[in-house]
């Protein structure tokens, strides 16, 4: 099984982590450093008991037994996925009102283009393992769907002539910046939601 490309997995993943970073009281999140000192491998056995519950029939073999192979497959993969997930996933919910203002997406990107280092509440944060192959994967990702200099000039320039001036450029994808090049050159009326977020008024 690729655990990569396992929707179930992904999806139980995200559950998993968004419960465990909230403290069950007094329902806010937890400190980064009480996040950090968790075992990730005990969050793996946790993490595999809810999938067997879940999901037996994605780890049953041939004779229709629970494959124990997999199932270890399975802990080793989760323990650092959650490792890489939990800075993450905190992010967006410390970010809930960002999400719901423009959308889950944007602030996901702000996470990947910045990481960790550019907010002061998220600098603690410790990783159990060496995620380098996925950091660089995702850098490059990010740079590939950056907005072209064409686009961030253009943008600029029609910003200027209706009173408006762009900022968070760096978090400017190719997508969005076509979405806000339409809408300021009038080929649609709707404003973008981002809109707000890369314009601000002279």
């Known amino acids: 099984m690729n655990f990569d490309e396992n929707a179930k997995v992904h999806y139980l993943l995200n559950e998993f982590v968004l419960d465990?970073?909230?403290?069950?009281?007094?329902?806010?999140?937890?400190?980064?450093?009480y996040l950090n000192s968790i075992d990730r491998g005990e969050l793996g056995?946790?993490?595999?008991?809810?999938f067997v519950r879940e999901y037996e029939e994605e780890l049953m073999d041939a004779s229709g037994s629970?494959?124990?192979?997999?199932?270890?497959?399975?802990?080793?993969?989760s323990e650092r996925e959650i490792d890489r997930l939990i800075p993450k996933v905190?992010?967006?919910e410390k970010n809930k009102e960002l999400c719901n203002k423009y959308s889950q997406l944007l602030v996901r990107r702000i996470?990947?283009?910045?990481?960790n280092s550019a907010f002061d509440y998220m600098k603690n944060f410790k990783y159990q393992f060496n995620h380098r192959e996925q950091q660089n994967a995702t850098n490059e990702m990010m740079r590939d769907s950056r907005a072209t200099e064409k686009q961030i000039q253009y943008l600029n320039d029609l910003g200027k002539n209706v009173g408006y001036l762009l900022w968070h450029e760096?978090?400017?994808?190719?997508n969005y910046a076509n979405?806000?090049?339409?809408?300021?050159?009038?080929?649609?009326?709707?404003?973008?939601?981002?809109?707000?977020?890369?314009?601000?008024?002279?």
């Not at 760096?170 to 190719?174: D, G, P, T």
Request: a negative charge; zero cysteines; charged letters at 30%.
């Open 179 to 202: 979405q806000l090049i339409e809408y300021l050159s009038e080929k649609t009326y709707v404003e973008p939601v981002i809109f707000s977020f890369f314009f601000v008024s002279k």
């Open 111 to 115: 996470y990947d283009v910045s990481g």
């Open 90 to 92: 905190y992010f967006l």
């Open 66 to 77: 629970v494959d124990k192979e997999l199932v270890d497959l399975l802990e080793k993969y």
């Open 20 to 33: 465990l970073i909230y403290n069950p009281y007094s329902k806010e999140l937890w400190t980064v450093d």
């Open 45 to 50: 056995e946790q993490f595999v008991k809810i």
């Open 170 to 174: 760096e978090y400017l994808s190719k």
